[in-house]
């Protein structure tokens, strides 16, 4: 959201954006060409800013779990990888009658 909104700005060319963010030009460009679904995916999710990947489950009752027990991993000071998250969503997809691997992923 940051860099689109560096962009809105107009105060610095593209190329000096790009830079700035050590990304590649082409990389700015492809956010520009999606920004509309950029900006509907961070309204829908509330996801941090910051966020360079949003993949959601096909449960949004395993999210809502998910997401709980994370803020609440970290608030504990727990260090949580990929893996340790793929696990836990493995866990309460099987607690919550998912059962299919695949939805997960």
Same mark, same amino acid.
């Given at each position: 959201? =940051?860099?689109?909104?560096?962009?809105? @700005? !107009?105060?610095?060319?593209?190329?000096?954006?790009?830079?700035?963010?050590?990304?590649?030009?082409?990389?700015?460009?492809?956010?520009?060409? $999606?920004?509309?679904?950029?900006?509907?995916?961070?309204?829908?999710? $509330?996801?941090?800013?910051?966020?360079?990947?949003? @993949?959601?489950?096909?449960?949004?009752?395993?999210?809502?779990?998910?997401?709980?027990?994370?803020?609440?991993?970290?608030?504990? !000071?727990?260090?949580?990888?990929?893996?340790?998250?793929? $696990?836990?969503?493995? @866990?309460?997809?099987?607690?919550? !009658?998912?059962?299919? =691997?695949?939805?997960?992923?």
């Amino acid at each position: 959201m =940051e860099i689109l909104k560096a962009v809105e @700005r !107009g105060t610095k060319k593209k190329c000096q954006i790009a830079k700035m963010y050590k990304i590649p030009a082409s990389t700015l460009s492809t956010l520009l060409l $999606n920004k509309e679904k950029i900006i509907a995916s961070y309204k829908k999710t $509330n996801a941090s800013p910051t966020v360079k990947c949003l @993949r959601l489950s096909s449960y949004k009752d395993v999210d809502s779990a998910l997401y709980a027990w994370y803020k609440q991993m970290k608030n504990s !000071g727990a260090e949580i990888n990929k893996q340790i998250l793929h $696990n836990q969503a493995a @866990r309460i997809a099987h607690s919550l !009658g998912h059962n299919e =691997e695949k939805e997960l992923k």
